[in-house]
Structures are given as structure tokens and as C-alpha cells.
């Protein structure tokens, strides 16, 4: 099983939370990142005369966060696209190491891991029937049948957890 087979599956296997987590992305833009970059930077631009930050002007321009769509427009503008870019960038730099995590924690641990129990998915290319028939005998998975005619020693060793709840 190759990096991108695992990626392939790792990703199939986390598609619905990757789908909340991009719509939980835009919610988080609008509602938190758009107003942030306005508060922050009309704090820079009208700064105490010192020269430092404006905390009072943040605080109250943070309060935007009740007119997400107001503030997101605002940072549309000429003004205030440049601290809306960089720190949109930070923020997606910050949730993309995340999204790594969650698919890196989804990757299979090892190469069987979604094969079903009690099939044949283990071997390659008809391997399974030299010993086994695929018509006819005792079932012992689907297409994959012991044969009762077959000289010679037809024991077989079943090995499985057994789960008792």
C-alpha cells in the first residue's frame, strides 16, 4: 500500500469532518477573522501619541463581531484588504496544521487495516487457489470455498479475535 493509497483512504475516511471543517472554516472567517483585522487595524492606525498601540480603539472595534457581514465588507476596501490578507494567511496557516493532524491521525497503521475480516483481499491474483476452490465445497468466505475432493491434508487453522460484550 503506497502514501497516496493511505492518503486516498485516510481521506475517505475523514471526507464528512473535512467537509464541517471547511464550512466551520468560513463561519470562523466571517465571524472572527474579519473583525479581528479591522479592530487591529484601525488600533495601528490610530495609535496614542506615543506611538503605541490603541487597545481602547481595538476593544471597541472588536465589538464588530456582532456585524460580522459589516466588517467583512469593511475589510474589502482599500484600507483594510492588506491586514485582512495577512491575517487571513496566519489563521489558514494555523487551521491547516490542524487539518494535517486529523488526516495524519486517519492514515491506516498498517496495510490490512480496512480489509474485511474472513476475506481473501490478502492475496493477489488467484494465489488463494492452489489450496482453495471457488465453486464449490465448505464456505469459508465469499468466492472462496474448501474443497471435500481434495487429496492430501485439508485441515484449516481459523484464526480470529473473539469479541464478547
Not at 86 to 102: A, D, P
Request: glycine share 6%.
Amino acid at each position: 500500500m503506497g502514501f497516496f493509497d493511505k492518503l486516498k483512504s485516510a481521506i475517505r475516511k475523514i471526507k464528512d469532518k473535512l467537509i464541517v471543517s471547511a464550512i466551520l472554516l468560513l463561519v470562523i472567517i466571517v465571524w472572527a477573522v474579519a473583525p479581528f483585522s479591522v479592530a487591529m487595524r484601525d488600533g495601528v492606525t490610530q495609535q496614542l501619541p506615543n506611538g503605541n498601540f490603541n487597545w481602547e480603539v481595538f476593544l471597541i472595534q472588536l465589538g464588530g463581531v456582532t456585524r460580522p457581514l459589516d466588517q467583512l465588507k469593511k475589510c474589502f476596501t482599500d484600507n483594510y484588504f492588506h491586514a485582512f490578507t495577512y491575517i487571513t494567511k496566519w489563521f489558514l496557516v494555523f487551521y491547516g496544521i490542524f487539518v494535517f493532524i486529523g488526516i495524519s491521525k486517519a492514515f491506516p497503521k498498517h496495510e490490512y487495516q480496512d480489509i474485511e475480516n474472513g476475506s481473501s483481499d490478502w492475496c493477489e491474483r488467484g494465489e488463494q487457489y492452489h489450496v482453495l476452490n471457488k465453486n464449490k465445497g465448505i464456505i469459508l468466505a465469499e468466492k472462496n470455498y474448501l474443497p471435500v475432493d481434495k487429496r492430501g491434508n485439508v485441515n484449516v487453522l481459523v484464526v480470529r479475535r473473539f469479541w464478547c460484550w
